[in-house]
């Protein structure tokens, strides 16, 4: 099977679910994960909800990385990055895992690196994950409590489910 110098990127905050389908995605097809990671400013932006400090997400997105970097025996980093582009326009970087949300970010990618004379990276889109509920599962979700990291409802978590 062919693998790829891959990379994602993300705010990560809090981990969830769906997050972690794009980290197996990657991890079961790079030869070597480059992960980037929102910094504060840049994962302020936008956002009505805070988003907890960067050493922290760093911290919490290294021990689930560890795991999985251990059990498909594939090295990562995680770099900051500080814009949509991140390190994907790097010449050794050949692929992209995205979500389905996201993969609109790629086309914006590729141009950068058409300038730069690279080739466009090899695409992994992965499907958004749903809560209980049927709706997409998303780190504003979690973390306002209407689900837990796993897309478990608060209602089927105290047992007040169907």
């Known amino acids: ?78 770099g900051p990055i500080t814009d949509k582009v991140g390190f994907a326009h790097e010449p050794r970087i050949e692929a ?6 996201t993969e609109r970010y790629v086309d914006m990618i590729d141009e950068v690196r058409a300038k730069k004379g690279l080739f466009p990276l090899r695409r992994f889109v992965v499907e958004m994950v749903l809560d209980d509920m049927g709706n997409v599962l998303s780190s504003t979700r979690v973390q306002n409590g209407t689900v837990d990291a796993s897309g478990r409802s608060a209602k089927e978590r105290s047992g007040g489910g169907a």
């Open 1 to 78: 099977m062919e693998r790829w110098e891959i990379c994602l990127g993300g705010t990560f905050s809090p981990l969830h679910k769906g997050h972690l389908r794009l980290f197996e995605t990657a991890f079961s097809v790079g030869r070597v994960v480059r992960v980037g990671l929102t910094t504060d400013d840049f994962a302020s932006l936008g956002r009505s909800r805070k988003v907890t400090p960067y050493d922290v997400r760093e911290r919490d997105l290294r021990n689930e990385l560890d795991r999985l970097s251990e059990v498909h025996r594939v090295p990562y980093t995680i």
């Open 96 to 101: 992209i895992v995205v979500s389905k949300e």
